[in-house]
């Protein structure tokens, strides 16, 4: 059975009738209301909203008229800033950082004497019966015993068989010397 497009707004007329009906029909069940009393100027000072007491508004039905109604709501509040206050959506710009003062720069490193510049070259006894010790630089050679100043910068602590104890004298810092020795 194939519903005609006659039908079918039959069908929807007939439908929205009963809708009508039945609302006409429920409101007459309910009260109806009939009048909103506004207070005049004189009592709207009494009628003040206060934060212990909401705002309310009478209203009264049509069926009772010696019984309001009461809606209650929050009191309206101030608002704290300008609502048509203009707004920025641009990003504030960067904040300026200082930068941190430099540490303070490390201590220099502690000096330390150079590399020895003479080489062992050997040892004898001379004449007086006194050991003689002999070390090179490049082409020159000199003799040296204890407490002799080199260079006047090396001074000759001690000579023993197996080294020579020097002191470099500007930073009064110990060299020691190691000498080969005749084991065969």
Do not use: C
């Not at 207070?39 to 009772?64: D, G, I, K, Y």
């Not at 502690?110 to 007086?128: C, E, I, N, S, T």
């Not at 470099?168 to 010397?177: F, G, H, I, R």
């Amino acid at each position: 059975m194939r519903v005609t497009r006659q039908q079918g707004l039959g069908i929807a007329a007939l439908i929205t009738m009963v809708l009508v009906v039945w609302t006409a029909w429920r409101d007459e069940e309910l009260p109806a209301i009939t009048e909103v009393r506004t207070p005049n100027r004189s009592s709207r000072a009494a009628l003040a909203p206060t934060p212990s007491r909401p705002v309310s508004t009478e209203l009264h039905s049509a069926n009772s008229t010696s019984e309001p109604l009461l809606v209650n709501r929050e009191p309206l509040l101030e608002a704290t800033s300008d609502p048509f206050r203009p707004i920025n959506f641009v990003a504030p710009p960067p904040k300026v950082l200082t930068p941190l003062p430099a540490p303070p720069p490390p201590p220099p490193p502690k000096p330390v004497a150079p590399a020895f510049p003479y080489q062992y070259f050997g040892r004898m006894l001379g004449l007086d019966g006194k050991l003689t010790t002999y070390l090179v630089r490049g082409d020159t050679l000199i003799a040296i015993r204890e407490q002799d100043i080199v260079d006047n910068t090396y001074r000759v602590d001690s000579i023993i068989e197996t080294q020579i104890v020097l002191t470099y004298l500007p930073l009064n810092e110990k060299t020691v010397l190691l000498t080969p020795t005749a084991a065969h």
